[in-house]
C-alpha cells in the first residue's frame, strides 16, 4: 500500500497556511483512483468543477457502466467533519444519493442510505507540526471504506411509488438551482437560453409566470420528459445527449423543451447538470418491465372504492406531496376523482344519446368534438377514451385503430398552461393508447395543447425559441375558435385570480373585444334585470372557475347547442353576490343540472341529520357538478340534487347513479336572487 504513503507525504510538502480544501485534490484523486484498479467493475472518478453559489454541487462523480455510484465531497483538512455532516448542504446530497463518501483528507465519513461510519488514516496527527501517526492496520480500514463505497450499485427502482418519491427530490432539488441561475441570469442580463424560455412563456402562455413558478414547472417537465424518453427507449441507453431522440415527434413541444439538455454542458449549468445526471442513472437502472407493469391501465384490481384506478393520478399526486405540498394547494392541484369524473362523463353521454340523438355518444366521430379546458394531468379525458373504446369488441382492432385515428386524435381536445400536468397528460394518454394497441405516428399528435384557455392568441403569432411552441399556439386558437360540442373539465378555483386579460375580464361585464358584430344581451356577470350589482368589485366574480364557466358559455353561445359538465366550487349556486350569473346561465341554457356535493368546511356543512359531511377534494371550499345543456327548441328545467356524507359514501352515490336514477328535485328560481 505505498500509495498511502505517497499520499500523505504529499499531503505534508504543502504548509499548513497555504492548505485550502483544493490544494491537495488532485493528490486525493490519484489516491482513489488507485483505490479503484483493485476492483474489477470500470470505475470512473469524475472531478466536478464547483460554481460559488448557494447550490453546489459534490466534488468527485463516481460511475461505473451502469450508471452512478456516488459522490465524494471534499473539505479542509483541517475541518470537523462531524459538523459537516449536519450542515444543508450534505442533507440535499444524502436526499439525491444513497452513497455519499466525505472526508478531510485524513478522516473520511462513508454515508450509505442512514448508515455512517468513519475511519481516519491517523491515530494521533499534530497538523501544524505535521506529525502523523499512520498504522497499518488504519490503512486497510480506510481502504476497505473505499472499496465498499465503489461496490454499491447504483439504485435500482421497481415501483410507482419509488419512483415518483425519487423524482420528486431530485426535481426538487432541479427547481432550486434552476430558480437561482434564472435569477441571476435576469440581474446580470445574461440573454442565457434559460431566461430567453422563461420570457417566451411569460409573453406568450401566462403573463403573470413568476421565475418560481417557471422554475417549478421547466423543473417537474425535464424529470418526466426524461421518464418518456426511457419509456421510448426501453432497454437501450439514455444519455444527457441522446435523450430528446426518444421522446417521440408527435411531442414536439416537449421534444423541443427537452432539448435544454444541451445545453448542460456551459459552465453556467454545472449545478444542474449533476442532478439531471443523477436523474438519468435513475432512469437506466429502473426495472422498466415491473414499473411499466404498476402503471398499467388495464390491470383489472379495483381500488378501495370499487373502480378502475388511473396509475398516472396516484404516481403524479405522490410525487407533487413530496415535492411541493404548499405548491400543490396554491396551485389547485388536486386530481378530480375517477368516481366524480365517471359520473360527469357519463351524464354527458347520456344528454348526447338522448337528448341530442347521438346514438353512439362521445364514439360519434361524425358528429361530437369535445374539450376539456383544464385538462391538468387528463383525467376526464382517459375517462372519456375508456368509454369509447371499451364499447369495441377485444377482437376489432381494425375498427379500433380507427376510431383512435380518426376520432380521438382528431377531435378530443385539451387545453393546460402548467407544463408538468401537460407533460404527464401526454405521457399518460400515450400509454393509454399503447395498451390498446396503437402506437402514435409521427405524423400525428394527441389535441392537448400548452396553452391558457382564457387568453386569445394572435394567428400571425411567432414565439422566438420554441417553433413548436408557435405551432401549438396556433393550433390551440384554431380550437378556441372552432365549434366544440363537449367541454368538460375541473377547472381551477383561485378567489385571488392571475388571469386578468383583457379578453376574459372584459367578456365577464358582457363585451367580446374581439368579437367582429356586437351581440346584444352578452351575457354580464356584473348586471342583474339590466342594472349593476352593488357588488360590482366583488372578488368571488375574479374567480378562476367563474372565468372557466363564462368561457364555455361564450363557445356555446356560438355554436348554438352543447352541452358542458363540470365540477366547481358550489359557491355560485346560492350566493348572492353571483345572482347575475346565475340570471345568464338561465337564459342561455335549457336544461341544467346541479348535484351539490357539499363539504365546505368554512361553513362548518353537516348532513341533514347532523352528521359530519366531507368533501371529494382534501380543500375546505364545497363543490358541485354541474351540467349545462343548450338545446334548440327544449324545454327549458333546472334540476337539484344533494350528495351528503363522507367522501367514501359520496364516492359511491357517484357511482351508483346516473342521470335517470338521481332523485332530482325540480327547482324554479325566482326574484330576488334566483
Given amino acids: 500500500m505505498q500509495y498511502f504513503n505517497d499520499y500523505l507525504k ?3 510538502s504543502v504548509p499548513l ?46 460511475t461505473n457502466d451502469s450508471g452512478i455510484i456516488g459522490y465524494i465531497e471534499n473539505e479542509k483538512i483541517d475541518k470537523n467533519l462531524n459538523k459537516i455532516l449536519k450542515t444543508e448542504q450534505i442533507k440535499k446530497y444524502r436526499r439525491l444519493s444513497d452513497n455519499i463518501l466525505l472526508t478531510n483528507y485524513l478522516d473520511f465519513i462513508w454515508i450509505r ?10 491515530d494521533i496527527f499534530d497538523l501544524q507540526n505535521k506529525k502523523f501517526q499512520l498504522k497499518d492496520e488504519n490503512i486497510q480500514k480506510v481502504q476497505k471504506l473505499i472499496e465498499n463505497f465503489y461496490t454499491q450499485t447504483p ?70 420528459g426524461l421518464f418518456q424518453a426511457k419509456l421510448n427507449a426501453d432497454t437501450k441507453i439514455v444519455t444527457l445527449f441522446n435523450a430528446k431522440k426518444f ?17 448542460l454542458n456551459k459552465p453556467e449549468y454545472t449545478n444542474a447538470k449533476w442532478i439531471i445526471d443523477e436523474v438519468i442513472s435513475l432512469m437506466n437502472n429502473l426495472d422498466l418491465q415491473e414499473i411499466k407493469k404498476s402503471m398499467l391501465f388495464s390491470k383489472t384490481v379495483k381500488d378501495s372504492e370499487n373502480i378502475d384506478t388511473d396509475p398516472y393520478i396516484y404516481f403524479y399526486e405522490t410525487f407533487l406531496a413530496a415535492y411541493d405540498t404548499n405548491l400543490r394547494k396554491a396551485k389547485g392541484v388536486y386530481y378530480t376523482p375517477p368516481q366524480v369524473v365517471n359520473l360527469i362523463v357519463n351524464s354527458i353521454n347520456n344528454i348526447l344519446q338522448n337528448t341530442f340523438k347521438i346514438k353512439s355518444g362521445f364514439a360519434d366521430r361524425k358528429s361530437v368534438t369535445v374539450l376539456d379546458f383544464a385538462t391538468g394531468t387528463g383525467t376526464f379525458l382517459i375517462e372519456i377514451l375508456k368509454l369509447i373504446l371499451n364499447n369495441i369488441p377485444a377482437n376489432s382492432q381494425s375498427k379500433k385503430d380507427m376510431i383512435i385515428s380518426k376520432h380521438i386524435l382528431k377531435n378530443i381536445y385539451g387545453f393546460e398552461y402548467l407544463i408538468a400536468p401537460y407533460t404527464i397528460a401526454h405521457l399518460k394518454l400515450a400509454q393509454f393508447l399503447k395498451e390498446q394497441n396503437y402506437e402514435i405516428k409521427n405524423n400525428e399528435r394527441l389535441q392537448i395543447f400548452l396553452t391558457n384557455t382564457l387568453e386569445p392568441t394572435n394567428p400571425q403569432i411567432k414565439i422566438p425559441l420554441l417553433p413548436a411552441l408557435t405551432q401549438e399556439a396556433k393550433d390551440a386558437q384554431a380550437i378556441k375558435d372552432k365549434p366544440i360540442l363537449v367541454i368538460t373539465g375541473n377547472p381551477p378555483y383561485s378567489g385571488h385570480s392571475k388571469n386578468t386579460g383583457e379578453w376574459i375580464s372584459k367578456l365577464l361585464k358582457g363585451n ?56 366547481t366550487s358550489h359557491a355560485f349556486l346560492d350566493n348572492p353576490t353571483f345572482r347575475g350569473m346565475r340570471q345568464s346561465l338561465m337564459q342561455d341554457f335549457d336544461q341544467m343540472y346541479f348535484i351539490d356535493l357539499h363539504g365546505n368546511s368554512h361553513k362548518k356543512e353537516k348532513t341533514p341529520d347532523g352528521k359530519i359531511d366531507k368533501n371529494v377534494f382534501d380543500i375546505m371550499q364545497g363543490v358541485a357538478i354541474s351540467i349545462f345543456v343548450k338545446k334548440p327548441n327544449s324545454k327549458k328545467q333546472i334540476f337539484y340534487a344533494d350528495f351528503w356524507g363522507t367522501r367514501e359514501e359520496k364516492f359511491e352515490q357517484c357511482l351508483n347513479n346516473d342521470l335517470q336514477s338521481i332523485e332530482w328535485q325540480k327547482i324554479e328560481p325566482k326574484r330576488p336572487n334566483y
Fill in 512 to 567: 367580446d373585444i374581439y368579437a367582429k358584430e356586437k351581440t346584444k344581451n352578452q351575457a354580464n356577470y356584473f348586471e342583474f334585470e339590466g342594472k349593476p350589482l352593488k357588488e360590482r368589485n366583488s372578488k368571488w366574480l375574479q374567480d378562476d372557475y367563474v372565468k372557466f364557466i363564462r368561457f364555455a358559455q361564450y363557445k356555446i353561445n356560438k355554436i348554438g347547442q352543447a352541452v358542458v359538465g363540470i365540477i
Fill in 113 to 122: 442510505e442512514d448508515n455512517i461510519q468513519k475511519e481516519t488514516l491517523c
Fill in 10 to 12: 504529499k499531503i505534508k
Fill in 17 to 62: 497556511e497555504q492548505i485550502t480544501e483544493h490544494s491537495h485534490r488532485l493528490t486525493l484523486q490519484i489516491l482513489f483512483e488507485k483505490i479503484s484498479e483493485n476492483k474489477k467493475d470500470s470505475i470512473k472518478i469524475l472531478h466536478e468543477p464547483k460554481r460559488k453559489g448557494k447550490f453546489g454541487s459534490p466534488d468527485y462523480k463516481i
Fill in 155 to 224: 439504485i435500482g427502482i421497481s415501483t410507482a411509488k419509488e419512483l415518483a418519491l425519487a423524482l420528486a427530490i431530485r426535481a426538487k432539488n432541479l427547481k432550486d438551482f434552476l430558480q437561482d441561475e434564472l435569477t441571476q441570469q435576469q440581474k446580470e442580463n445574461s440573454g442565457g437560453l434559460l431566461l430567453g424560455l422563461y420570457e417566451t412563456f411569460q409573453e406568450y402562455i401566462f403573463t403573470d409566470l413568476s421565475i418560481y413558478e417557471f422554475a417549478d414547472a421547466f423543473a417537474q417537465m425535464l424529470v418526466y
Fill in 247 to 263: 421522446i417521440p415527434q408527435s411531442f414536439k413541444l416537449i421534444q423541443e423543451l427537452v432539448g435544454f439538455l444541451d445545453e
